[in-house]
């Protein structure tokens, strides 16, 4: 590397340079007292307990390999045997408003199985009886693992395609079954 060469105006004059050597006289060179640097924690996304004894509780109505809704390229709606057919319409014309909303974009298989079955349990616990689900279009995985995980849960009692305020196809209503808590009556 070379040293720059100073124009003559920038150059210090001999009374500047005898001043400043007077000035530091008797100045000593600082001690260190600088801290090393610590690496920054990582900002990786830290992976969800999946395999505790509570989530595996949650995750026992779903299966991987059951195939039990087969989507038609459409609306999807599905009503559980037994209960009012007309619920899936009033999904549809967003007669029920969530109550709360579960966004399972850029989560994995796994993940998303889990988030799902941590909603189902919130409602429960919140007495919730209506929710939104946005797996999102993408490559199509989670919107054909989403409904055949939910028709195996026991407490869903419908869904539907959610209007477009909701998601549109990329999103699913759900409406729910609430067990009412049991009051002891005392006399």
Not at 112 to 117: D, R, W
Request: charged share 20%; hydrophobic share 35%; net charge positive.
């Amino acid at each position: 590397m070379q040293r720059k060469k100073l124009s003559p105006q920038a150059r210090l004059s001999a009374e500047d340079s005898d001043l400043f050597r007077q000035s530091v006289t008797g100045a000593r060179p600082l001690l260190q007292d600088k801290i090393a640097p610590v690496s920054k924690a990582s900002k990786k996304k830290a992976r969800p307990a999946i395999n505790t004894p509570q989530n595996e509780q949650h995750l026992f109505f779903f299966s991987d390999g059951y195939e039990g809704f087969v989507s038609d390229g459409g609306s999807l709606s599905y009503v559980q045997p037994g209960d009012d057919p007309r619920l899936a319409g009033r999904l549809k014309r967003a007669e029920f408003q969530p109550q709360v909303v579960l966004d399972l974009h850029g989560l994995t298989q796994l993940q998303a199985k889990a988030e799902l079955a941590g909603l189902l349990a919130y409602c429960q616990q919140q007495q919730f009886n209506c929710a939104c689900v946005v797996h999102g279009k993408g490559l199509g995985i989670l919107a054909r693992k989403v409904p055949n995980w939910l028709i195996q849960h026991p407490n869903v009692r419908a869904f539907h395609t959610a209007p477009k305020s909701w998601g549109k196809h990329g999103a699913l209503l759900l409406l729910l079954k609430i067990n009412q808590p049991e009051f002891e009556l005392r006399q």
